[in-house]
């Protein structure tokens, strides 16, 4: 380790008060929708493109009366749940298998290193022919693109137990079965995190996108819908909410892997 | 360390969860019957004007006389039917002759069961239109070489119609070029210029033409008077499950575009109550005909010319056979 | 099993497996759809064969060509504003603070949710594909760039400062050699994003390309071409990561040559 990389960063705190800090980004936001609200009223951003912001706000409220709204995020959360589900669980699965059996990981590898940069957008039109145009489809697009994405993580992560861990498990004469539950699998916890976090934005991408362009009920098939129908601020409504959405979901799993990784005594990593 | 065995539990639930999600969204191709002892069958189309007599049909309980309880599905496209009627999402589908074509002769497990809509020999009367503004210096249809012409799906009927049209009439159609843009969007992209002219159909012609833009022609008028330009079909596998329901169907189907033939106000009416199109529009849009026409003549050809135009690749053989009864 | 377990430590051992695996699922696919009469998955040689005859025809070059030539455009926009933006919101602790709950808001929009807004803007064509890889793929470069440029060794700030190099030359000399291995991994990030998006883009908003290829053969049933275009976009997408490791491992020795391979 040369001396460049082993002084830890210094954060310079500022001694200002938290109230400054807070402000800050409330003054920007606020800053920022005055800004829009200004140029689209005044048509330097064409109003038919871009409607003032205060019209999707309330655009947005008629939508959660309105019958849409809750049926549309439903049908998305209710998919995204499902595939984080199955390809976490199938991810893990057949990660721990492969990274317990080193043979035949490397036999497979050549295969997941080609399937895996494969856009699962490029079979939506496959899907649509086999499976049809249900949520099926969607969820099959979905956990195609997220397997890869916790298998390599999980491979890596039972691979990943330490040297000493090892050595201690061989020098009580621990059974290989005893090994693995109690040493590799836990070793894997923190890599599964990271890769279910990874998986949950992948699921929550592919399902969006499946709906916009296989026609499916949901947040994405709102937009592409308001935007046919020439409501742009009803589409912006939508837009907002499904980066609403991602934020709420991606605090959930951090939730989730948060405590995970309490369980383990292993606070604070990643 | 309950943790791990949790997680695996879990993990095993989801997949048997997940497989059996997939499993059942596989459709199988039983019918189901109802409380009343009616078949149970949902119809896949596209929301235009010629799917207007199915919703006739269901009011007038036409189909309810045939042992049928028929849903509507709107999909976007022909395109998106096909594949919901062969994966049997739905049991009968209505997709353009020129949709089925290419399915049939991909080898597509797919039978035709009967026609739904033809153009008029008037081009005034027909439902469909070329629009253009009337500021384009566009004045007849020669005019249109060499133009960029928007349809709502690319190789497929739109162009059949205007590539013989313009054959018919001595006007060069090699130099076109086509867009594909939904229906909604097309007048749009007209005012825009994105696009020179564009092939649109009811219920969409009548707000374009109320918006001023010219008629120019009407291709399928020209080029197909009154041949069957769509049909409603059914997999090969639920036809030879189910022989008694598509021949129900079918005979249903016959009584159906018979009336809407002789109640266009009620088609009209229908058209405004159950497809959401303005009152106004309905009023003043043109129908198609809807005939009850099983001859193979008209599909041939549509084959001949969409083989000629490199719009399909291969023709089907057999054109007798791909019909699902044979009455 | 000893032999195998022993062969696999070694990495010429693995290479070897590895290739035994890659061809034996090769022989599988194509011993497996050969007779295939099933219409959905056609035989492997055929597709092989229509891939080699479509995608070398004119038509078949114009459409790949049309592919690559926006995603090029939008990773290379993407990236440059990227790392633009990121130098900014990495140093500057006031803007970062400022603009960082916008800028979580923004990045939680799945990219693929502005397709609508992008053709609404651009129409049909090229600029809604360059639009949408540009946008996607500047979030994962930004992100990493700030964090890097927050975590510049303070030995290097106070040497610069203490050299009293400022301005252009201290960010092009110093801060961007520094951030450079995060900006390479949000990189290597944005390149999957970035063909997700340009086949999506394709595949709604364009006329060109290989989303539009796939498609349309799966809209006239042409399965044979929409298989062809599904392995090409499969060897792309492999290829394109693959020499974008390799470019990522000779940039990385180069930037700091007593690294050692992360």
Same mark, same amino acid.
């Given at each position: 380790?040369?001396a460049?990389q082993?002084?830890?960063?210094?954060?310079?705190r500022?001694?200002?008060p938290?109230?400054?800090?807070?402000a800050?980004?409330?003054v920007?936001?606020?800053?920022?929708?005055?800004?829009?609200?200004?140029?689209?009223?005044?048509?330097?951003?064409?109003?038919?493109?871009f409607?003032?912001?205060?019209?999707?706000?309330r655009?947005?409220?008629?939508?959660?009366?309105?019958?849409?709204l809750?049926?549309?995020?439903?049908?998305?959360?209710r998919?995204?749940?499902?595939?984080?589900?199955v390809?976490?669980?199938l991810?893990?699965a057949?990660?721990?298998?492969?990274?317990?059996?080193?043979?035949?990981?490397?036999?497979?590898?050549?295969?997941?290193?080609f399937?895996?940069?494969v856009?699962?957008?490029?079979?939506?039109?496959l899907?649509?022919?086999?499976?049809?145009?249900?949520?099926?489809?969607?969820?099959?697009?979905?956990?195609?693109?997220?397997f890869?994405?916790?298998?390599?993580p999980?491979?890596?992560?039972?691979?990943?137990?330490?040297?000493i861990?090892?050595?201690?498990?061989?020098?009580?004469?621990l059974?290989t079965?005893?090994?693995?539950?109690?040493?590799?699998?836990p070793?894997?916890?923190?890599?599964?995190a990271?890769?279910?976090?990874?998986?949950?934005?992948?699921t929550?991408?592919?399902?969006?996108?499946?709906?916009?362009?296989?026609?499916?009920?949901?947040i994405?098939?709102?937009?592409t819908?308001?935007?046919s129908?020439?409501?742009?601020?009803?589409?912006?409504?939508?837009?907002?909410?499904?980066?609403?959405?991602?934020?709420?979901?991606?605090?959930?799993?951090?939730?989730?892997?948060?405590?995970?990784?309490?369980?383990?005594?292993?606070?604070?990593?990643? | 360390?309950?943790?791990?065995?949790t997680?695996?539990?879990?993990?095993l639930?989801?997949?048997?969860?997940?497989?059996?999600?997939?499993l059942?969204?596989?459709?199988g191709?039983?019918?189901?019957e109802?409380?009343?002892g009616?078949?149970?069958?949902?119809?896949?189309?596209?929301?235009?004007?010629?799917?207007?007599?199915?919703?006739?049909?269901?009011?007038?309980?036409?189909?309810?006389?045939?042992?049928?309880?028929?849903?509507?599905?709107?999909?976007?496209?022909?395109?998106a039917?096909?594949?919901?009627?062969?994966?049997g999402?739905?049991q009968?589908?209505y997709?353009n002759?020129?949709?089925?074509?290419?399915?049939?002769?991909?080898?597509?497990?797919?039978?035709i069961?009967?026609?739904?809509?033809?153009?008029?020999?008037?081009?005034?009367?027909?439902?469909?239109?070329?629009?253009?503004?009337?500021?384009?210096?566009?004045d007849?249809?020669?005019?249109?070489?060499?133009?960029?012409?928007?349809?709502n799906?690319?190789?497929n009927?739109?162009?059949?119609?205007?590539?013989?049209?313009?054959?018919d009439?001595?006007?060069?159609?090699?130099?076109?070029?086509?867009?594909?843009?939904?229906?909604?969007?097309?007048?749009?992209?007209?005012?825009?210029?994105?696009?020179?002219a564009?092939?649109?159909?009811?219920?969409?012609r009548?707000?374009?033409?109320?918006?001023?833009?010219?008629?120019?022609?009407?291709?399928?008028?020209?080029?197909?008077?009154?041949?069957?330009?769509?049909?409603?079909?059914?997999?090969?596998?639920?036809?030879?499950?189910?022989?008694d329901?598509?021949?129900?169907?079918k005979e249903?189907?016959?009584?159906?575009?018979?009336?809407?033939?002789?109640?266009?106000?009620?088609v009209?009416?229908?058209?405004?109550?159950?497809?959401?199109?303005?009152?106004?529009?309905?009023?003043?849009?043109?129908?198609?005909?809807?005939?009850n026409?099983d001859?193979?003549?008209?599909?041939?050809?549509y084959?001949?010319?969409?083989?000629?135009?490199?719009?399909?690749?291969?023709?089907?053989e057999?054109?007798?056979?791909?019909?699902?009864?044979?009455? | 099993m000893?032999?195998?377990?022993?062969?696999?430590s070694?990495?010429?051992g693995?290479?070897?497996?590895?290739?035994?695996g890659?061809?034996?699922a090769l022989?599988?696919?194509?011993?497996l759809?050969?007779?295939?009469?099933n219409?959905?998955?056609?035989?492997?040689?055929?597709? =092989?064969?229509?891939?080699?005859?479509y995608?070398?025809?004119?038509?078949?070059?114009r459409?790949?060509?049309?592919? =690559?030539?926006? =995603?090029?455009l939008?990773?290379?926009?993407?990236i440059?504003?990227?790392?633009?933006?990121?130098?900014?919101i990495?140093? =500057?602790?006031?803007?970062?603070q400022?603009i960082?709950p916008?800028?979580?808001?923004?990045?939680?929009?799945?990219a693929?949710?502005?397709?609508?807004f992008?053709m609404?803007?651009?129409?049909v064509?090229?600029?809604?594909k360059?639009?949408?890889?540009?946008?996607g793929?500047?979030?994962?470069v930004?992100?990493?760039?700030a964090d890097?440029?927050?975590?510049?060794?303070?030995t290097?700030?106070?040497?610069?400062?203490?050299?009293?190099?400022?301005?252009?030359?201290?960010?092009?000399?110093?801060?961007?050699?520094?951030?450079l291995?995060?900006?390479?991994?949000?990189?290597?990030?944005?390149?999957?994003?970035?063909?997700i998006?340009?086949?999506?883009?394709?595949?709604?908003?364009?006329?060109e390309?290989?989303?539009?290829?796939?498609?349309?053969a799966?809209?006239?049933?042409?399965?044979?071409?929409?298989?062809?275009?599904?392995?090409?976009?499969?060897?792309?997408?492999?290829?394109?990561?693959?020499?974008y490791?390799?470019?990522e491992?000779v940039?990385?020795?180069?930037?700091?040559?007593?690294r050692?391979?992360?």
């Amino acid at each position: 380790m040369t001396a460049v990389q082993s002084l830890p960063v210094a954060r310079r705190r500022t001694s200002r008060p938290r109230v400054a800090r807070v402000a800050r980004p409330v003054v920007a936001v606020a800053v920022l929708i005055g800004a829009q609200e200004a140029l689209t009223r005044t048509d330097v951003l064409p109003a038919g493109y871009f409607p003032p912001a205060s019209e999707i706000v309330r655009t947005f409220v008629g939508e959660l009366g309105d019958d849409s709204l809750g049926p549309a995020l439903m049908s998305t959360v209710r998919t995204w749940l499902l595939a984080l589900l199955v390809s976490v669980g199938l991810g893990t699965a057949v990660g721990v298998l492969l990274g317990l059996v080193r043979p035949l990981e490397a036999f497979l590898r050549p295969v997941i290193e080609f399937m895996r940069p494969v856009p699962s957008v490029a079979l939506i039109p496959l899907v649509v022919l086999t499976i049809g145009t249900g949520s099926g489809a969607a969820l099959f697009l979905a956990c195609f693109a997220a397997f890869w994405q916790v298998l390599v993580p999980v491979i890596t992560g039972v691979r990943s137990a330490p040297a000493i861990a090892l050595d201690t498990a061989r020098s009580y004469s621990l059974s290989t079965w005893q090994r693995i539950r109690w040493i590799q699998l836990p070793s894997m916890l923190p890599h599964l995190a990271t890769a279910t976090r990874l998986a949950a934005s992948t699921t929550l991408i592919l399902i969006v996108t499946a709906e916009i362009i296989i026609q499916m009920p949901g947040i994405g098939h709102e937009i592409t819908m308001s935007r046919s129908a020439g409501d742009p601020a009803r589409m912006y409504a939508y837009i907002a909410l499904s980066g609403a959405a991602g934020i709420v979901l991606n605090v959930l799993v951090r939730r989730i892997e948060k405590r995970l990784n309490a369980s383990h005594g292993l606070e604070g990593s990643r | 360390m309950t943790t791990t065995r949790t997680r695996r539990t879990t993990g095993l639930g989801a997949l048997l969860l997940g497989a059996t999600t997939l499993l059942t969204a596989c459709g199988g191709a039983a019918s189901q019957e109802n409380a009343e002892g009616l078949t149970e069958v949902s119809v896949g189309t596209i929301p235009a004007v010629l799917s207007a007599p199915l919703f006739l049909g269901i009011e007038e309980g036409i189909f309810e006389e045939h042992g049928l309880d028929l849903e509507v599905n709107f999909a976007d496209g022909g395109a998106a039917v096909i594949p919901s009627v062969l994966s049997g999402e739905n049991q009968f589908g209505y997709s353009n002759t020129v949709s089925q074509l290419a399915a049939l002769g991909e080898g597509l497990p797919l039978e035709i069961v009967h026609s739904s809509w033809a153009p008029h020999a008037e081009f005034e009367d027909d439902d469909h239109g070329i629009l253009v503004r009337p500021d384009s210096g566009i004045d007849e249809p020669s005019g249109l070489a060499g133009k960029n012409i928007a349809v709502n799906t690319l190789q497929n009927i739109g162009e059949v119609h205007i590539r013989k049209a313009f054959e018919d009439l001595g006007i060069d159609h090699e130099g076109l070029q086509w867009t594909q843009l939904p229906f909604p969007d097309m007048a749009e992209a007209l005012e825009r210029g994105d696009v020179d002219a564009i092939w649109v159909s009811e219920p969409f012609r009548t707000p374009a033409m109320n918006q001023g833009y010219e008629l120019l022609m009407s291709a399928g008028a020209q080029a197909f008077p009154e041949q069957v330009g769509g049909y409603y079909s059914t997999s090969e596998q639920y036809a030879a499950q189910n022989p008694d329901v598509v021949k129900a169907f079918k005979e249903a189907m016959v009584e159906v575009n018979d009336f809407a033939e002789h109640n266009p106000d009620l088609v009209r009416q229908v058209a405004v109550e159950e497809m959401g199109i303005d009152e106004d529009v309905a009023e003043r849009m043109t129908l198609p005909l809807f005939p009850n026409d099983d001859d193979v003549e008209a599909l041939q050809s549509y084959a001949e010319y969409a083989v000629r135009f490199g719009i399909l690749s291969k023709a089907p053989e057999d054109f007798e056979a791909l019909f699902a009864t044979q009455d | 099993m000893t032999t195998l377990t022993t062969s696999v430590s070694t990495a010429r051992g693995r290479a070897v497996i590895g290739a035994a695996g890659a061809l034996t699922a090769l022989g599988a696919w194509f011993m497996l759809s050969r007779g295939s009469e099933n219409v959905y998955f056609p035989a492997l040689p055929a597709i =092989l064969d229509e891939t080699w005859e479509y995608w070398r025809t004119a038509e078949g070059l114009r459409n790949l060509g049309a592919s =690559l030539t926006t =995603l090029s455009l939008g990773l290379c926009l993407g990236i440059v504003f990227g790392v633009a933006i990121g130098l900014v919101i990495g140093q =500057l602790t006031f803007v970062e603070q400022a603009i960082s709950p916008a800028l979580e808001f923004a990045r939680a929009i799945p990219a693929t949710a502005l397709i609508p807004f992008a053709m609404m803007l651009f129409g049909v064509g090229d600029n809604t594909k360059i639009f949408l890889i540009a946008l996607g793929s500047l979030w994962p470069v930004l992100l990493n760039t700030a964090d890097g440029a927050r975590r510049i060794d303070p030995t290097l700030r106070d040497s610069a400062r203490a050299f009293r190099i400022a301005g252009f030359q201290r960010q092009a000399f110093i801060v961007v050699p520094a951030v450079l291995p995060r900006i390479l991994v949000g990189i290597r990030i944005a390149i999957p994003l970035g063909l997700i998006l340009m086949v999506t883009s394709e595949m709604v908003g364009a006329q060109e390309g290989l989303g539009f290829v796939i498609t349309q053969a799966q809209a006239t049933f042409q399965l044979v071409t929409m298989w062809s275009g599904i392995v090409v976009l499969g060897v792309l997408g492999f290829s394109i990561t693959f020499a974008y490791s390799l470019l990522e491992r000779v940039l990385l020795r180069w930037s700091d040559p007593r690294r050692e391979d992360a």
